[in-house]
């Protein structure tokens, strides 16, 4: 592990163009669990269950909203939650002009919160809530704070939705492009606390042009050997050792 620290440290050192590449496992350690880990939900009218990755699709949002925001609410909002040293530590690496970018699977805002300017968003975000007709903005504790299951707009009396990429949505372009460009620049990428299984995400570090991917990861991913350098470790306890 040691050794694995200095390695990763010696890269730092010789690369000024890096992107960090952050999965839930970046959030768990802020006591955010992944959602995919959560138990589904059984609808009694329905007599059906319903998987995690159901509940937070296009499709479920629009035919049974209260069962969404139900699991939404309970399941995707921690209100509560805190950076931790991964987030600081990337802070730190952002202020030694040596991370250019930080793109993210999380949907809770806490880059942003620890101090990172330059965070791309893949799956967009819980602090941001629009009326689905008049287009009215409501940050999260906003929206929290309309009445009942479901959000409702105070204007028009729409659903409010949250700016999250649900399953069946694409992708926001702009975040996208922003995405491909920035790992096409990138001389050297950390990817930390993903299992890189969840696409078309994953799929955008195969736009890396650099020399070196470190992975750190507590447990294997089909990538692994594509990295210069593994560390199977916390992503925290391992960027807070190699940035000081």
Avoid: W
Avoid at 38 to 49: H, I
Avoid at 72 to 98: C, Q, R, T, W
């Amino acid at each position: 592990m040691v050794d694995n620290i200095e390695k990763l440290k010696e890269l730092i050192d010789s690369h000024n163009n890096i992107v960090f590449f952050g999965g839930a496992g970046v959030s768990t350690e802020s006591n955010i669990p992944d959602f995919r880990s959560a138990s589904g939900l059984f609808n009694e009218k329905l007599n059906k269950n319903f998987t995690p990755e159901q509940l937070v699709s296009h499709t479920f949002f629009m035919r049974y909203p209260e069962d969404f925001f139900k699991f939404y609410k309970d399941k995707l909002i921690y209100k509560d939650a805190k950076p931790n040293k991964a987030h600081l530590s990337l802070v730190k690496l952002e202020n030694m002009g040596k991370l250019n970018a930080i793109i993210t699977q999380n949907i809770d805002g806490l880059h942003q919160m620890a101090g990172s300017q330059n965070v791309l968003e893949l799956h967009g975000s819980v602090h941001r809530n629009h009326c689905t007709k008049c287009g009215k903005f409501f940050d999260l504790q906003q929206m929290l704070d309309l009445e009942g299951i479901v959000p409702y707009c105070d204007v028009c009396g729409s659903i409010v939705k949250p700016d999250v990429v649900l399953y069946e949505e694409p992708l926001d372009n702009k975040v996208v492009n922003h995405t491909v460009n920035a790992l096409l620049n990138a001389d050297l990428l950390i990817i930390g606390g993903t299992s890189l299984a969840v696409y078309p995400a994953a799929s955008f570090i195969d736009y890396f042009n650099g020399d070196s991917i470190v992975l750190i990861n507590k447990s294997s991913t089909g990538y692994d050997s594509k990295a210069s350098l593994l560390i199977n470790d916390s992503i925290g306890k391992v960027l807070s050792q190699a940035v000081l």
